[in-house]
T-cell receptor, first 115, second 113 residues
Framework: DTGVSQNPRHKITKRGQNVTFRCDPISEHNRLYWYRQTLGQGPEFLTYFQNEAQLEKSRLLSDRFSAERPKGSFSTLEIQRTEQGDSAMYLC?????????????FGQGTRLTVV | DAKTTQPPSMDCAEGRAANLPCNHSTISGNEYVYWYRQIHSQGPQYIIHGLKNNETNEMASLIITEDRKSSTLILPHATLRDTAVYYCIVRMNYGGSQGNLIFGKGTKLSVKP
């Protein structure tokens, strides 16, 4: 499978615990995005990377959230001290990053439930 | 980025064409129109995009008005598997590099037998 891969697909955690999600983009895609989606809403932009550099962060990305892409390939999104409001689908997407009109490809997402 | 306006929901009979409208009246000259769809519990799927010319691919056609203030996504022969939320997105082009995808609430298309 050469699409965007996200792991785990589902995560249930207790409030206050830390969680980490992983995203493996399509090979050679140098741009990687993270989105969050709650029920009934469209995906909300969180942050994106160009290679290993994190170029933009949404104000939705509170200080409990951190994203990394250490070698410009896979990325991790960590949420510390989870809260019930963090329950959502976390989506990752990748794109070639260059050229004015290339599309982004999304993974299947990680569904987080904080109890 | 410019915002888009879409109807919250639409119905379409199976086998008929589904025409999904989108208004983007504040679009600027270097912004592209993208369409994605999201089937329940899956990640968004790219459908088509365009700048000012009409576009067609194996999934759909995109008709952009001459003033670029609105567009229509056409699914020529809708099937039950086309039931999904369809997002119209205007995406900035920063000197050759594309901006982020900013999603609205989209249109929930229900294809009925």
């Amino acid at each position: 499978d050469t699409g965007v891969s996200q792991n785990p697909r589902h995560k249930i955690t207790k409030r206050g615990q830390n969680v980490t999600f992983r995203c493996d983009p399509i090979s050679e895609h140098n741009r990687l995005y993270w989105y969050r989606q709650t029920l009934g809403q469209g995906p909300e932009f969180l942050t994106y990377f160009q290679n290993e550099a994190q170029l933009e962060k949404s104000r939705l990305l509170s200080d409990r959230f951190s994203a990394e892409r250490p070698k410009g390939s896979f990325s991790t999104l960590e949420i510390q001290r989870t809260e019930q409001g963090d329950s959502a689908m976390y989506l990752c997407a990748s794109s070639p990053g260059t050229g004015p009109n290339t599309e982004a490809f999304f993974g299947q997402g990680t569904r987080l439930t904080v109890v | 980025d410019a915002k888009t306006t879409q109807p919250p929901s639409m119905d379409c009979a199976e086998g008929r064409a589904a025409n999904l409208p989108c208004n983007h009246s504040t679009i600027s000259g270097n912004e592209y129109v993208y369409w994605y769809r999201q089937i329940h519990s899956q990640g968004p799927q790219y459908i088509i995009h365009g700048l000012k010319n009409n576009e067609t691919n194996e999934m759909a056609s995109l008709i952009i008005t001459e003033d670029r203030k609105s567009s229509t996504l056409i699914l020529p022969h809708a099937t039950l598997r086309d039931t999904a939320v369809y997002y119209c997105i205007v995406r900035m082009n920063y000197g050759g590099s594309q901006g982020n995808l900013i999603f609205g609430k989209g249109t929930k298309l229900s294809v009925k037998p």
